[in-house]
């Protein structure tokens, strides 16, 4: 019997795999297709202090072997979150994740500090990192020092483990990584998507409305993959990874470069299925590559 | 619901220049298939699925109709499939055309270009509960004009082409003073020619289907959005769509 479990600050899975955060909204609409229980936990879209409306469209394009997005933070606030989704996740046994954001320094204080008026988030996600906002996101998340103050702001604010969510778009992520670990971060999750864009060739102009979009998909998973073997010999909080995952011999990759866990993104628009059907996989994964268990994987894969 | 299907293709042709029509077999999506939707569907070596209207329905032979033009590497991968071919499909997705108007007698459908197919579904749904059905379909010249015939079938149908090489030359709404009275329209098409119909015919109750780059299809990754006139903010093409009432979104 292989044994899925992860056991995670302020998470106890029952397996390792979870939707990423804005590639599964609050849930509702897979609930449609599975039973979220089977998933390990489930990282919900991103929270602001009040309703954001987003980017105008088109907010996606396609790439080789990926997609492009601007979506623009798009969420009906944190207050109604807390009153309309989160609820509904709770009618489900699976952790949940709440990936906080803001353009102010209050501004993800004040999320942070929301979330702890319910007792059905077990976690959150501290989203520095959004390539796709005019003000805040990302200029957290390439900034050390800002990383750093956003992230002690956010541990003092709330009671729930926070999990910093670094971007892939810096010189140094080791660096960010030991920065946002002294100031408190109980796990990371990495990474975000890659800034990129697409020209249109009939309109002679970038295709998406934002101009520039977040690379996602198995094009960035090699990138992902280094980043998390560079930075777990770094630190010794657990990681959360993602970046192009779309069978369990990837979630297996991941674990190898260590990760204690991974998030799907992308890969749910292409299959709905594809979170279920990797939690099947899994095991036999596992097996075939000579390991009993999900925790065992972790770091493995580390020239020693 | 939206269901993750396959489907088996049973037929592909070229019907107008770069106008493919693909007969897919699939018993659960043609026996919920309603107006105005589509499907969602997978195309070999892409990321992103692509959003295609119902055509047509065949609930005798459990099949539907799609329609799509040649414009790119994906519209270029789908149409290379062959008869016999499984293709992944999520259906049906979103919400369809009203079609619970007692009151009407006449409906007018006002499709342009690789707009028209989803109203050909419709107007074969309204032909059989005996509504009157007025259609005007703009396309950009004769070589790309498809359905003329199945549309004639349905009622009286006017043709335009932009260069005037078929029909009347000009827009569709150069020929909306011609059409006699009607109770409610329906249209789809290019959001230029949605934005003049939608204008024109501002006083007259109506329906217009869009149509956006889309990630997940089914309403959690808010891609595909158009915003409201009213407080609602964005909606979602692919789940509170495509079909809207008309004057509801800002287009």
Known sequence: MIDLSVKLPGLQLKNPIMPASGCFGFGREYSEFYDLSKLGAVMMKAATGSKRPGNATPRVAETSCGMLNAIGLQNPGVEKIIETEVPFLASYDVGVIANIAGSTIEEYEAVARAFNKTDDVHALELNISCPNVKEGGIQFGTDVAMAQRVTEIVKQASRLPVYVKLSPNVTDVVKMAKAVETAGADGLSMINTLTGMQID??????????QTGGLSGPAIKPIAIRMIYEVKQHVSIPIIGMGGITNAEDVLEFLLAGASAVAVGTANFQNPFVCPEIID???????????????????????? | MVKKQ????KSVSTIARDTIEMVLENEYISNHALPGQFVHVLVPSHTL????SIANVDQKNNTITILFKVIGSGTEA????????????????GNGFNLQLNDMQTALLIGGGIG???????GKALAEK??????ILGFQSADHIFYEEEFLALGETYITTDDGSYGHRGFVTDVLHEVGPFDQFYSCGPTPMLQAVTNKLKDKRGYISLEERMGCGVGACFACVIPTNDDRGYQKICKDGPVFKAGEVVL
Do not use: M, W
Not at chain 2, 116 to 122: F, I, K, N, Q, S
Not at chain 2, 130 to 135: D, L, Q, R, Y
């Open chain 1, 201 to 210: 060739l009939r309109r002679r102009r970038p295709l998406i409305a934002n």
């Open chain 1, 281 to 304: 996989e899994l095991p036999h994964v596992l097996q075939k590559y000579g390991f009993q268990s999900v925790q065992e994987a972790v770091g493995k894969g580390i020239a020693r």
């Open chain 2, 6 to 9: 396959f489907v088996t293709v």
């Open chain 2, 49 to 52: 699925r692509r959003p295609i």
């Open chain 2, 78 to 93: 789908l149409a290379t499939h062959q008869p016999g071919d499984t293709v992944d499909v999520l259906a049906p997705c």
């Open chain 2, 116 to 122: 028209v197919p989803p109203l050909y579904y419709l």
């Open chain 2, 130 to 135: 005996e509504i009157n059905v007025i259609s």
